[in-house]
C-alpha cells in the first residue's frame, strides 16, 4: 500500500477500526448505565460506518478496474474489501447492543449481578480491536496469538454470562436456546437478502 | 459470464445455495425431532459449504489476477466474492441450529408449543433461497420485492416466537436480552478476528 490511493485506504480503514471500537465502548456504557440518549446517538453514527463502508468499497473497484493489479497489490484490495464487509458487521453489533439499551427505557436491562461480566465483555471486545488496529497498521506481527487469547477469553466469557443466567433460573436454558435459534433464523435471512443484492450489484442495477 | 471460468463459478455459486437451502432443511428436521445423529451430519456436511467458498475465491482471485476485467466482468467478480461470505455465513448458521439441536439430547430443545413457528421460519428461510437461487440463474428480475415479503415474513415470526417464550415465563425478556447481548459481543470478537485474518492474508502469510 504505497501509491496515495493505497494510504488513503488504509487511513479510512483505521478510521473504521476506531470508530467500531469507540461504538462498542459507548454502546455498554449506554446499556449498564442505563443511558437512553447515548444509546440513540450510538445507533445514529453507526451511519458513518456504513458511510465509510461505502467510500472504501468504490476506491477499491476503481482500483482494481483502472490499475490491474497483481500480486500483494490485488491481495491488499481483496482483503480490503473483506475486513469492510466485517468491520460494517462489527459496527451493526454495538448498534444491536445500544438498541437493547433502549428496550429497557430508564431500567437497566442488565440486572446488577450480570454488570461486572458484560463490562469485561466489553473490555476484552475493545482490546481485539485496538490489536486489530495495531495489525491493520504493521503486518506481519504475531497477532494471531494475542488475538486468540483474547477470543478465548471471549468463548470464556460468554459461558459464564450464561451459566449465570441459568443459575438465576432453571428453565432458562430453554429460553436461550430457543430465543438464539430464533435469531439464527432472522439472521440466515438476512444473509439470503444480501446475496440477492450482489445479484442486483452484479447486474448493474443502481439502488 | 459467458467464459468457462465464469460458468464454473456460477454452477459453484448455485451449488453453494443448494446446499445451504438443504442445510436449513435439514437442521430444523435434527433440531424439531430430535434427531442428534442428522444434526452431526449437517454440523460435518458445513465443511463441504466451506471448501465451496475457497474454491470459488481462488478462482475470482485467479480471474483477476489474470484477465485484468473491467466494467460488468469486474462488478461480477466482486459480487462473487461477496455473496460467497454471505453463503458461508449461511451455512454457518444452519451448523449453529443443527448444535442446539445436539444440545437438548434427546429432548427436544424446542417446546411442543413454539415447534410450528419454529417450523415456519425454516420454511421462509429455505424458500427465501429458493428465490435468491431463481435470481443468481435470471438476475434483473423483480427479486427484491419477493424477497422482502419473505424478509418481512421472518421479522414477525421472530416478534411471534419472543412473545410466545414471553407468554410462558415473564422473565423471560430480561434472560433473552442479556443472553443476546452476550452473543453481540461474542459475534463482534469473531468479526474482529475474521479482520486480523485479512490482515495475513493481506502480508500473504499462508494458512
Same mark, same amino acid.
Given at each position: 500500500m504505497r501509491d496515495p490511493m493505497c494510504d488513503t485506504v488504509h487511513q479510512e480503514l483505521i478510521g473504521m477500526l476506531q470508530l467500531v471500537e469507540a461504538a462498542m465502548g459507548r454502546a455498554t456504557t449506554a446499556l449498564l448505565a442505563p443511558d437512553p440518549e447515548l444509546a440513540e446517538q450510538v445507533i445514529t453514527d453507526d451511519a458513518v460506518v456504513d458511510a465509510l463502508r461505502q467510500e472504501i468499497d468504490e476506491r477499491v473497484l476503481a482500483a482494481l478496474a483502472t490499475q490491474h493489479p497483481v500480486a500483494a497489490d490485488l491481495r491488499n484490495l481483496v482483503a480490503t474489501l473483506r475486513m469492510c464487509v466485517e468491520l460494517e458487521r462489527m459496527g451493526d453489533l454495538a448498534r444491536h447492543v445500544a438498541e437493547t439499551a433502549l428496550r429497557g427505557g430508564d431500567l437497566p436491562v442488565v440486572p446488577p449481578g450480570l454488570q461486572g461480566i458484560v463490562r469485561q465483555m466489553s473490555a476484552v471486545a475493545q482490546h481485539l480491536v485496538s490489536e486489530v488496529r495495531d495489525c491493520v497498521g504493521y503486518? !506481519? !506481527?504475531?497477532?494471531e496469538r494475542l488475538l486468540d487469547h483474547d477470543d478465548d477469553e471471549m468463548d470464556h466469557l460468554r459461558l459464564e454470562l450464561d451459566t449465570a443466567l441459568l443459575r438465576a433460573n432453571p428453565g432458562t436454558r430453554s429460553i436461550m436456546d430457543v430465543s438464539l435459534v430464533g435469531r439464527y433464523y432472522e439472521r440466515y435471512a438476512d444473509h439470503a437478502v444480501a446475496v440477492a443484492r450482489q445479484v442486483d450489484f452484479l447486474a448493474g442495477v443502481t439502488r
Open positions: 503486518p !506481519g !506481527g504475531h497477532s
